[in-house]
C-alpha cells in the first residue's frame, strides 16, 4: 500500500531563516505530487505540483520554491522567510490526470516569529 | 478564476441529528469534485463525483452533484461525535495535473 511522509511535524523559524521541508512517498512510482497551504481561516492553497522528476510548476508567485530531485521525492524551500509563511504544509500525491483523488501526508505546522 | 463556496462555515448539532454540508463552485472544464474529512491533520478522503445525479453513499455518509446548477451536497445522517471535524469541497478542473481547488471548509460539532 501507499504511504506518504512529511517531516518535521512542527516548525518554528525566525523570520528571514531558510526553510526546508520534505516529501516521501512509497509503494508508488511515478505519482503526481503537490504542496498545498492551509493558512487560518482559508481553504488549502495548492502552492506546487509536479509531473516527474525536475518538473515543477507553481500555482501562485510567492517566496518558496519547490524541487522533485527523485520520482517520490518532493522537497518546499525558502532562502528567507516571511511572517505570512507560517501556516500548516501538507504534501499529496495522485495518480494523474483524471483520477482526481489525491492523499495526503501527514502536514508540517510551520510558525514564523 | 477557480472557485469553491462551502456553507455553512460553521455548524453545531447534537448527536444523532442529521446534516446537510453544502458546496457549490465555479471551474473551468469542470473534472470531478471531492470531499474530504479533516480532523487534526492531514484530509482524508471521502467521495468523488463527476457525473449528476449519482448519489455515493458510505455508511451514513452520502453525496450527490449537480453539474448544471454547479453544487454538491454531503449528507450525514445519525450524526456521532466522532464525526467532528473540518468537512472539506475539492475541485478538480480538466486542464492537466493543476491540483484541486479548496473550499474554506465546513467546521462541524456534534456535542453529545
Known amino acids: 500500500s501507499q504511504t506518504i511522509h512529511q517531516w518535521p511535524a512542527t516548525l518554528v523559524q525566525p523570520v528571514g531563516s531558510p526553510l526546508s521541508l520534505e516529501c516521501t512517498v512509497e509503494g508508488t512510482s511515478n505519482p503526481n505530487l503537490y504542496w498545498y497551504r492551509q493558512a487560518a481561516g482559508r481553504g488549502l492553497q495548492l502552492l506546487f505540483y509536479?509531473?516527474?522528476?525536475?518538473?515543477i510548476s507553481s500555482e501562485v508567485p510567492q517566496n518558496l520554491s519547490a524541487s522533485r530531485p527523485q520520482d517520490r521525492q518532493f522537497i518546499l524551500s525558502s532562502k528567507k522567510l516571511l511572517l505570512s509563511d507560517s501556516g500548516f504544509y501538507l504534501c499529496?500525491?495522485?495518480?494523474?490526470?483524471?483520477?482526481?483523488?489525491?492523499?495526503f501526508g501527514p502536514g508540517t505546522r510551520l510558525t514564523v516569529l | 478564476e477557480d472557485k469553491v463556496v462551502q456553507s455553512p462555515l460553521s455548524l453545531v448539532v447534537h448527536e444523532g441529528d442529521t446534516v446537510t454540508l453544502n458546496c457549490s463552485y465555479e471551474?473551468?472544464?469542470?473534472?470531478?469534485l471531492l470531499w474530504y474529512k479533516q480532523e487534526k491533520k492531514a484530509p482524508t478522503f471521502l467521495f468523488m463525483l463527476t457525473s449528476s445525479g449519482i448519489e455515493k453513499k458510505s455508511g451514513r455518509l452520502s453525496s450527490i452533484l449537480d453539474k448544471k446548477e454547479l453544487f454538491s451536497i454531503l449528507n450525514i445522517t445519525a450524526t456521532q461525535t466522532g464525526d467532528s471535524a473540518v468537512y472539506l469541497c475539492?475541485?478538480?478542473?480538466?486542464?492537466?495535473?493543476?491540483?484541486?481547488?479548496f473550499g474554506k471548509g465546513t467546521h462541524l460539532i456534534i456535542q453529545p
Open positions: 499529496a500525491w495522485g495518480r494523474g490526470l483524471g483520477i482526481g483523488e489525491q492523499f
Open positions: 509536479s509531473v516527474g522528476i525536475g518538473q
Open positions: 471551474v473551468t472544464n469542470f473534472r470531478s
Open positions: 475539492a475541485v478538480e478542473p480538466g486542464r492537466g495535473a493543476d491540483g484541486l481547488t
